[in-house]
């Protein structure tokens, strides 16, 4: 029920980037910019334009920076894939049943299964559904018309997961 094969590659890494950094690194680059907007707000309202600068300017650098980060996991990411595999993209196919998300890579011959309870984020992009575990994995079901979208959100929600569906 719900099996998928498509590619995973750069495109797709791309797609969920802002969802695969680790959330602890998220909360520091969010306190981070949150401590420099903050400073240069009360700078401002002091009327000391040069220290609301030096904060608008750290504010710059820590989004720099997330952006940064960003493209760093994505190129890790890749990396890794070409060390195990020798290629920039793997085949992989993905089933859901009663037990829980099937993978099989099409490259390694690797294949798992991802329990329902592991599951704790939800996410659709252009290519596909793609499943979070609190471990940071994931998994994902490609768009590949077989289903529609309303199947599969349904199945899901009949399934012991801990998503919070919206």
């Not at 981070?32 to 907007?37: E, K, M, R, S, Y």
């Not at 252009?126 to 998994?139: I, N, Q």
């Amino acid at each position: 029920m719900f099996e998928t094969t498509g590619v995973i590659n750069e495109k797709l890494l791309k797609e969920i980037k802002l969802h695969i950094m680790p959330r602890s690194r998220k909360m520091g680059f969010l306190i981070g910019g949150g401590i420099f907007a903050v400073a240069a707000i009360v700078f401002l309202i002091m009327k000391n334009t040069m220290l609301a600068e030096i904060s608008l300017l750290g504010l710059i650098v820590v989004a720099v920076e997330y952006y940064a980060t960003l493209g760093k996991i994505i190129k890790t990411s890749l990396d890794k894939m070409v060390k195990y595999t020798g290629k920039p993209e793997n085949g992989y196919t993905s089933s859901l049943n009663d037990d829980g998300l099937q993978f099989f890579d099409h490259v390694t011959g690797d294949r798992g299964v991802l329990k329902y309870g592991d599951f704790k984020k939800f996410l659709e992009t252009e290519s596909g559904y793609f499943l979070f575990t609190r471990g940071g994995k994931f998994s994902v079901i490609f768009k590949d018309g077989s289903f529609e979208r309303k199947e599969l959100l349904d199945f899901l929600k009949s399934k012991p997961t801990q998503i919070a569906w919206k």
